[in-house]
C-alpha cells in the first residue's frame, strides 16, 4: 500500500491547512487519515454521517497529548475518494482496518463512534473483537430506532417535508450560522474548508444513511460485542440541526427514547455504563461538550490499563 499527500480533490489545500494530513490507499481509494501523539491504545474517531474527521479537530488536539490520536474521512466522505454511498457496516469495518493497518497504527484500539460512525465502530468491534480495546459512544445509532420511534402521522411528515423545503431554501444562511458555532476554535484554514464542505456536499449525510435499516440489521445479526469497557453518552440537547423541521417537544421526545435506548445497550455488557449530558445535543456533541468527551477517553484508557 502507498501513501499520497498532496493530489487531487482539493488536497493541496488540505495539507497546506493540515500538514499531519496523509492519504493512503485502501483498495484502490486515497482515504484521508491523520495521526498526533504517542502511546496506545489508539483512540479513533468514526465520524457521524455528514461529517468529516476534521471536525473532530478539538478532540485529537486535547486526545493526542496523552495518547496517540486518530482522525480519516471514509471512502465517499470527507476528503477521502469518491464511492457510491451508501455501504454497508461490514465494507466500512474492514476498510477502516486495512486503512489503520496500511498507517501502521497497531491495535488494539479505543473507538469512539459518532451517531452512525457508533454503528460502524460496533460492527468492526463484532468482526474483529481482537482489536477492540474500549468503545465510546456519542449519540450512537442503534437497530432500536427502527422499531421503537413513534411513527409520524401524514399531518406530521408533510410538515416535515416543507419545513425541509424550506430549510434547503435558505441552506446556506440557516447552516452556516451553525458550522461558525461549531467550529469557531478552529483554526481558519480548516475552519475555510470545513465551511466550504459542508455547504456544497450536505447531500452526503442523507446518502450515507439511506441504507440505516439495512446496516442496522448487519449489527443485529452480526454477533456478540467483545468484553470490553464501553461507555455511552448520551445528549438531552436540542439539536440546532434538527431544529428546523422538529419541534422542541418532538425533539425531546425523541431524547426520551434515546435515553432509554442507550441506557439498555450500556446495560447489555458487563462493562458498560451510560452518561447523560443535558446540554449536548445530537449532531453538535462534540463541539457542545468535547470535555466530557475528552474525561470519557481518559477514563476507558484507565479502565484498560488496570
Known amino acids: 500500500m502507498t501513501v499520497r499527500t498532496e493530489k487531487g480533490n482539493g488536497r493541496e489545500a488540505l495539507h497546506r491547512a493540515v500538514p499531519l494530513a496523509r492519504f493512503y490507499d485502501v483498495g484502490g481509494r486515497q482515504l484521508m487519515f491523520c495521526a498526533a501523539g504517542t502511546g496506545g491504545p489508539a483512540v479513533v474517531v468514526l465520524p457521524g454521517a455528514g461529517l468529516t474527521g476534521l471536525g ?10 496523552f495518547v496517540t490520536s486518530v482522525l480519516y474521512d471514509r471512502a465517499g466522505t470527507g476528503w477521502s475518494d469518491h464511492v457510491q454511498l451508501p455501504r454497508s457496516a461490514t465494507e466500512v469495518a474492514d476498510e477502516l482496518r486495512l486503512l489503520l493497518r496500511a498507517a501502521g497504527v497497531p491495535a488494539p484500539y479505543v473507538f469512539v463512534g459518532h451517531s452512525l460512525g457508533g454503528i460502524y465502530a460496533r460492527r468492526y468491534a463484532q468482526r474483529f473483537p481482537a482489536d477492540v480495546a474500549g468503545l465510546l459512544f456519542l449519540d450512537p445509532g442503534h437497530e432500536d430506532y427502527t422499531t421503537k420511534l413513534p411513527t409520524p402521522s401524514l399531518l406530521e411528515r408533510l410538515r416535515t417535508s416543507l419545513a425541509l423545503f424550506r430549510a434547503l ?3 446556506k444562511r440557516h447552516y452556516r450560522g451553525i458550522f461558525e458555532r ?3 476554535d478552529w483554526p481558519a484554514p480548516v475552519r475555510d474548508l470545513l465551511f466550504e464542505y459542508h455547504l456544497t456536499s450536505w447531500r452526503i449525510g442523507m446518502k450515507e444513511s439511506k441504507n440505516f435499516e439495512s446496516i442496522c440489521d448487519e449489527v443485529r445479526r452480526g454477533g456478540h460485542m467483545p468484553n470490553v469497557p464501553l461507555i455511552v453518552l448520551t445528549g438531552m440537547g436540542i439539536d440546532p440541526f434538527r431544529a428546523v423541521f422538529a419541534t422542541d417537544a418532538s425533539q425531546r421526545e425523541l431524547n426520551e427514547v434515546k ?3 442507550n441506557r439498555a445497550f450500556a446495560n447489555s455488557v458487563p462493562h458498560g455504563e451510560n452518561r447523560v449530558l443535558e446540554n449536548a445535543a445530537h449532531a453538535t456533541f462534540h463541539t457542545d461538550r468535547p470535555d466530557a468527551v475528552v474525561q470519557a477517553i481518559r477514563d476507558l484508557l484507565d479502565r484498560v490499563h488496570k
Do not use: F, R
Open 259 to 261: 435515553l432509554a435506548i
Open 169 to 171: 431554501l435558505q441552506l
Open 182 to 184: 461549531m467550529y469557531a
Open 56 to 65: 473532530y479537530l478539538n478532540l485529537h488536539e486535547q486526545v493526542s497529548q
